[in-house]
């Protein structure tokens, strides 16, 4: 985290060494006038100025002239610039076409059209279109134009809701489908209970008396008498249509001027590079003529080409401005000489590539001729490749058939699939949510359902039905019956059984023990089964233990032990009493035994008050019994000699007056905690500043620490702090701080 600084550094002209400028890829969005970063993405300083950031450059651009020269590879053209530095612009063919150099001063544009072939036909089939002309291959797709486009060729139904659309979809310009039903304005969108007609220009509009089915007649407002020989003027009026032309002239830029009479055709024929095509388009009549003939040229670095057709500039983008000394040609093959003062460039033709110039303007022009010789089909579609004659149409096998080649995508309920409709015979949409599984054939092999649940089935009925979770839960889990879960190990509780258990366990689920321990504090051993007495079981009384694998017990081994009858009584409940007499001690025990210990007189020992502690100093037995006894008092203890020490009262404690009497522990670190907390309250201070001012801490030194953080953030500040006297110090900010600064005042020494 970066140390924040809320006012000025002063670094009393030292240097700043090894430092880095802040990087940042975008801009700071809030700045101060003079601030600098350096930009990461141009590479530039850049400095705040009163209104924007600016670029700090080094240097000056030196560039005054520029040589245009041969670059080392390829067809390029060099600028080099006054400083040395270096520019190429790349001259690059495309399809046939390539670019070399034939001189030092001329590059050479050349054609290399491989078509040659016989192909005389390309038909395409239902909703399929052919593009293309005859100098290049054609290309077949779907049809989405005319009278046979792909939904034209389709067979006539009558739509209901439940049928599907295709629509653009445009968040994400997708073709997608939706039933007609969820379309705006389709299905049951209301009943009409008004129309009205308005007429407009040219129409008048009547409609019979009706709320729900009116009969709504439109027709033309026109004056006079439409008929064969009159049309509708632009008034709104019926007119004859005048006379015929009789003739009209059709000239070009070279030949004789013919006369188009009444009734005679005129052909546009194409010429090389060049294709014409007539049509009509809402009833509109034209002819297209296209110029196929202009190759691709490709824009390199810091060039621009402009300019249609046969027609094109190339220009240079490159920002750096001067005097250009020289300029040579560069190509892909050959070397270019450099024209200093004057000369001529000349751009030759190759094979298919013709040349001309006209004032500053140099024409390339492709004579790019040949005929068609394959046709290939596109995605989805088979026929091709066609080099006679031949027929495309929607590929349905394979591993490009029009189903496998489209888009992979998740299934949902409302997507629609192709079947083959018996009843009709025909192919036909359905859609996915609408088809059961009981439709399909008996599985042949293991049927999963991934990681999902099959839900809402019914209870079994039949042998070989499913179970249902509930139907097992009802019958087994819970109901009494033994489940075998699998072993327990009681050392490390596994699986968790004891202590408030986590998974969930029914009644007469039953573990084994595999491993010995405890189980809610009671041992058990390898072998013995635990099961449950009810569901959810939290205590040992929820438990069952059925003990295996005990042993008699011998003086080393932990088992099962029997007690004699002449001296033990067993109750029913297992309790084990002594009988009276049952034990004879000499006889029926090992050792030395004292029959009876006791006193002749009481014993009186203890605190003695003033006199110190009374203690035992010699005892007399006969037969176990004392019969004699000596005590002694043990002095006070004093600081020369060991005795019996009182313990000092809090008071005494605190005070430390009393010489003869001890204290405890808790005493000493009470006292210390009071001593320890009034020396720290006399030596800290701290309090919140808004804004720039003195702080009052009142320790009577200028021997102190001062440390600033955020109140919000809680990140160390910086600040100026003067120590203004040995009672204040003074907090400087060079602007009021966004949150309250904590200042915090520690006394040294």
Do not use: C
């Amino acid at each position: 985290m970066a140390i924040k600084y809320l006012n000025s550094i002063n670094l009393n002209q030292n240097e700043l060494q090894f430092a880095v400028i802040q990087n940042l890829a975008v801009a700071p969005a809030t700045a101060t006038e003079g601030q600098i970063y350096y930009d990461t993405v141009t590479d530039k300083l850049q400095l705040r100025t009163a209104s924007a950031w600016v670029p700090i450059l080094s240097g000056t651009d030196t560039n005054t002239t520029y040589t245009l020269a041969t670059a080392p590879t390829g067809t390029a053209i060099r600028l080099t610039g006054s400083d040395s530095t270096t520019n190429d612009v790349t001259l690059t063919g495309a399809g046939t076409t390539t670019v070399t150099r034939t001189s030092g001063t001329q590059l050479t544009i050349t054609t290399a059209d491989q078509y040659v072939g016989t192909v005389t036909s390309v038909s395409a089939g239902t909703g399929i279109s052919v593009t293309g002309t005859a100098t290049v291959t054609p290309t077949v797709n779907i049809l989405y134009a005319g009278a046979s486009n792909a939904i034209l060729a389709a067979t006539t139904a009558t739509p209901v809701g439940a049928d599907t659309l295709w629509f653009s979809d445009a968040t994400d310009s997708t073709i997608k489908k939706a039933l007609i039903s969820s379309f705006p304005g389709f299905g049951a969108d209301g009943t009409v209970t008004n129309v009205t007609g308005v007429a407009s220009t040219f129409i008048s509009t009547s409609i019979a008396t009706a709320t729900t089915t009116p009969a709504i007649t439109v027709s033309l407002s026109a004056t006079g008498t439409p008929s064969a020989s009159t049309y509708l003027r632009g008034d709104n009026t019926w007119a004859s249509v005048p006379a015929g032309y009789a003739s009209w002239s059709l000239q070009g830029s070279a030949g004789t001027t013919e006369v188009i009479s009444t009734g005679e055709i005129v052909n546009f024929f194409a010429g090389a590079g060049i294709t014409t095509t007539a049509s009509n388009s809402l009833g509109v009549n034209y002819l297209s003529i296209v110029n196929t003939g202009v190759l691709a040229l490709t824009a390199g670095t810091n060039v621009s080409i402009t300019g249609t057709n046969s027609n094109l500039t190339i220009n240079a983008t490159d920002q750096y401005q001067g005097t250009v000394t020289s300029i040579t040609l560069a190509a892909g093959s050959g070397t270019g000489t450099a024209i200093t003062s004057s000369g001529t460039f000349t751009f030759a033709g190759g094979t298919g590539i013709t040349t001309s110039v006209t004032g500053t303007t140099v024409t390339i022009t492709a004579s790019n001729l040949g005929t068609v010789t394959s046709v290939a089909t596109g995605t989805g579609l088979t026929g091709g490749t066609i080099t006679g004659s031949g027929t495309i149409s929607v590929n349905y096998t394979g591993a490009s058939n029009i189903v496998a080649a489209a888009t992979a995508a998740t299934g949902l309920a409302v997507d629609s699939i192709f079947i083959h409709k018996v009843a009709t015979g025909n192919a036909s949409k359905a859609l996915i949510s609408g088809i059961t599984l009981n439709q399909f054939g008996a599985p042949t092999a293991d049927l999963s359902i991934g990681t999902f649940k099959l839900t809402n089935v019914v209870n079994p009925t039949s042998a070989q039905d499913a179970a249902t979770k509930n139907y097992v839960d009802t019958t087994f889990a819970g109901s009494g019956a033994l489940i075998y879960q699998g072993g327990y190990n009681a050392s490390t509780n596994t699986p968790n059984l004891d202590n408030t258990p986590v998974i969930t366990i029914n009644k007469g689920f039953t573990y084994t023990v595999t491993v010995d321990g405890t189980f809610f504090t009671e041992q058990v051993r390898v072998g013995d089964l635990l099961i449950a007495n009810i569901n959810t079981p939290t205590v040992l009384a929820d438990w069952t233990r059925v003990q295996s694998n005990i042993d008699l017990a011998t003086t080393t081994t932990v088992g099962i032990a029997s007690f004699a009858a002449a001296s033990f009584a067993v109750s029913g409940a297992g309790e084990v009493t002594i009988k009276s007499g049952g034990v004879v001690l000499g006889t029926q025990t090992t050792g030395s035994y004292n029959p009876t210990v006791g006193t002749n007189s009481g014993i009186d020992i203890g605190n003695a008050g003033a006199g110190g502690v009374v203690v035992l100093n010699t005892v007399s037995l006969t037969n176990g019994v004392i019969t004699a006894f000596t005590s002694e008092n043990i002095q006070s203890s004093t600081t020369v000699n060991p005795g019996v020490i009182l313990i000092a009262s809090d008071a005494e404690a605190t005070a430390g007056s009393v010489t003869t009497k001890a204290v405890t522990p808790a005493q000493l670190i009470s006292n210390a905690t009071t001593v320890a907390n009034t020396a720290i309250t006399s030596r800290e201070f701290k309090q919140s500043l808004a804004a720039s001012g003195p702080v009052l801490h009142n320790m009577n030194s200028y021997d102190v620490m001062v440390q600033l953080y955020d109140s919000v953030t809680f990140e160390t500040v910086y600040a100026d702090v003067v120590r203004t006297n040995s009672n204040t110090v003074t907090v400087t900010f060079s602007a009021v701080p966004v949150n309250q600064v904590k200042v915090l005042i520690i006394k040294i020494g």
